[in-house]
């Protein structure tokens, strides 16, 4: 019997994924097509489209991976003796724990639910205790930089690397600074601004190893003193008592610092790459950008990677101040061949729209122009797009910047003020630069403007490194980067002692941490716990049940005091089939629940005809069926889907719980399929 597919169509990158043309990315001869759906440029080595079935040996694995080890142990340790001391001379202080009359501001203990029942144990976590050095200062400073074309982001950072290099207050602060890059900076001893504690400087902004252009305006940038980070006073905090009020003022403003300084190691380090706030990522440089072989264990496929990622920051504890770390899994571009990238995402969608959206903004690395010793050097440029036909209205809406669509080297001309003459993009290239273009049919990319182009063949540019990926993932790639961050506690928990702590800094002979009085420990913190025992969950007919791993099977059971399940009925998705059987199946089990036998209501009409993944079509669909329902008074509907695309899921979810307002449970095609021993286990999990 065949059964319809599990699998939908998705939005890929930051445009749907259509039935649009493909894009040619060939060489010199003949069609030169791109292979699509699937395909592989021979130039690509491993780095085509990677389908699951595909995943090389040890997919998402590292050093840290090791299946015999499960448990994470490297030497016994206790848990800190000051904490537990201090707790229990607080506990007389906490109160009781009471719910009534709770107001705006809920009083909670200290230790809610402290008791001596169950097994104790002791267990690691995720935190790292911080030291604070009392005998050292830390200032904070505000920092107004007064131009709009240096906005958040990589160019106001690159503009913070300006002010430390080239103001002479900071030339002597080394290890000694640190920054958020927004408008606040803690430092590690005063600054000599003058009396008033405020100073002005005027720098011209320009790229790292650049000089300041001629024509580029200064920017004015004001810094002025804010104030100490009150580190005595969160100190005293630590140790106040429960109820004390007053201490709680500064807490915040020396967290905010300490999350700076900590942030300041990895901020600096030209190998670790920002995910988003307080998350850092370290992964390897692909020494040949025309494959990618580096990269083969995190492909999430379609020209993007899985890379581990670590996000930290400061708290206040019982008696300490601890630092949390913990990993997560965040999707970059790789440092690739532009013209590489763009073969891997076309092996996966062809829609030439949907690519201009991917690629859009990348800032991509070339080594083609020469100085005045013929020798070449890197420059870098932001990717504003494709070319796109004028509009022959001259609309001022209009992207258009050339004859056509979509062009390649060899068909995109321009005016050339050096030649005195019009040429393509090929023959420019050849004259100018001398080189000969490999892929001339492929794709031009503009570099510049929508009104000023700037056109470079994606052939000669890397994309560089530590570009994190802002769009939505489809599903295969949300199944491949879970493959990679799903690992096991004692997994999880190697890793953040070796490369979380590397990537933090979290090491003895850190310079930036050192000069501000600040130490943290190697070792996670052990904290007391205690097993209790399952509770007993009783059903009807007496018969009860205790729990294993804290779930249990509903097969066979009755509930204790059940009620009667009425007007319900089923909505079947798509080419979802659900079967005279199916539906004997689900009686049975909820007759077996005790829910009574009540027949569904006629569901004849019951059916959603989808579209292409969360479209309008699925949408309307969806959303009338389901209107129609209630207006027939169903009270409980079951769906049945012919996909496990997430965005189906989540519509049927706002449409029930939101727009409709009615319970829903559902069921992927695929769980109906199997044994009639499965199919009595999930349909008692869906009563």
């Not at 142990?73 to 000051?82: G, I, R, V």
């Not at 036998?597 to 969360?614: F, Q, R, S, V």
Request: glycine letters at 8%.
């Amino acid at each position: 019997m065949s059964h319809p597919s599990i699998k939908a169509t998705s939005d890929v990158g930051r445009g749907a994924a259509g039935n649009g043309r493909a894009l040619p990315l060939g060489g010199r001869g003949g069609a030169q097509t791109l292979p699509i759906r699937g395909g592989s440029s021979p130039s690509m080595g491993r780095g085509g489209h990677q389908s699951s079935s595909a995943r090389p040996t040890g997919y998402g694995d590292d050093e840290f991976t090791d299946p015999k080890s499960q448990i994470y142990n490297p030497q016994p340790e206790a848990p800190s003796a000051a904490v537990a001391a201090k707790e229990e001379r607080d506990r007389p202080n906490a109160g009781p724990l009471v719910f009534e009359d709770l107001g705006d501001d809920i009083p909670l203990p200290v230790r809610p639910g402290f008791g001596t029942s169950g097994i104790r144990i002791n267990l690691r976590t995720n935190h790292f205790a911080l030291s604070l050095d009392l005998e050292k200062t830390m200032h904070r400073y505000s920092i107004m930089i007064s131009d709009p074309e240096i906005p958040i982001g990589r160019k106001r950072r690159q503009f913070f690397s300006v002010i430390f290099n080239e103001i002479p207050e900071f030339q002597a602060m080394r290890n000694r600074v640190a920054t958020d890059y927004a408008d606040t900076m803690i430092t590690a001893g005063e600054l000599e601004l003058g009396p008033l504690h405020t100073k002005e400087y005027r720098l011209p902004y320009h790229e790292l190893g650049e000089l300041p252009r001629s024509s580029t305006k200064a920017s004015r940038v004001v810094i002025s003193l804010a104030g100490v980070v009150p580190t005595s006073e969160t100190s005293r905090y630590l140790e106040s008592i429960p109820g004390d009020s007053t201490d709680l003022e500064h807490r915040l403003a020396t967290l905010q610092a300490l999350n700076i300084v900590v942030n300041a190691t990895p901020n600096e380090d030209p190998t670790v790459w920002q995910a988003s706030r307080n998350v850092f990522a370290q992964f390897p440089r692909n020494d040949n950008p025309t494959n990618m072989k580096v990269y083969e264990k995190m492909d999430l496929a379609g020209g993007l990677i899985g890379v581990r990622a670590y996000y930290s920051s400061t708290k206040t504890s019982t008696a300490r101040i601890l630092l949390n770390l913990h990993g997560q899994c965040s999707p970059f571009y790789p440092e690739l061949s532009l013209l590489v990238l763009m073969k891997t995402f076309l092996g996966k969608c062809d829609d030439p729209l949907a690519l201009e959206n991917f690629i859009q903004r990348l800032r991509v690395r070339f080594k083609y122009i020469k100085d005045e010793k013929n020798q070449p050097y890197e420059t870098f440029k932001n990717i504003q797009g494709f070319s796109h036909k004028k509009d022959p209205q001259g609309s001022p809406n209009s992207r258009g910047n050339a004859d056509q669509d979509h062009g390649t080297s060899n068909t995109i001309k321009f005016h050339c003020a050096k030649y005195s003459r019009v040429m393509t993009v090929t023959e420019y290239f050849s004259k100018e630069h001398g080189i000969e273009l490999k892929y001339p049919k492929a794709p031009v990319v503009n570099f510049g403007s929508d009104a000023r182009p700037v056109w470079i063949p994606a052939e000669l540019g890397v994309v560089e490194p530590g570009q994190p990926y802002r769009g939505k993932l489809n599903d295969e790639q949300t199944s491949n980067m879970l493959l990679i961050a799903a690992r096991g506690p004692a997994e999880n928990a190697r890793r953040l002692v070796g490369a979380g702590a590397q990537v933090i800094g979290i090491h003895a002979n850190n310079p930036i941490l050192s000069a501000f009085g600040i130490s943290i420990s190697t070792k996670m913190i052990v904290v007391p716990a205690r097993v209790l025992q399952p509770p007993t969950i009783l059903y009807g007919d007496g018969k009860t049940i205790i729990p294993r791993d804290a779930s249990w099977n509903l097969t066979g059971t009755k509930f204790y005091a059940p009620g009667t399940l009425k007007n319900w009925s089923y909505l079947r998705c798509g080419r979802s089939i659900f079967t005279h059987q199916h539906l004997q199946a689900l009686r049975n089990q909820i007759k077996e629940c005790g829910l009574g036998n009540t027949a569904p209501m006629p569901a004849d009409d019951y059916h959603a005809e989808l579209g292409i993944g969360a479209d309008e079509k699925t949408d309307k669909a969806l959303h009338g069926v389901m209107q129609k329902a209630k207006k027939d008074g169903v009270k409980f509907l079951f769906v049945i889907l012919d996909t496990e695309a997430k965005a189906i899921h989540a519509r049927l979810k706002f449409l029930a719980d939101v727009v409709i307002g009615k319970p829903f449970n559902e069921a992927s095609q695929n769980l109906l399929i199997g044994d009639q021993a499965f199919n009595i286990q999930f349909f008692s999990q869906a009563v």
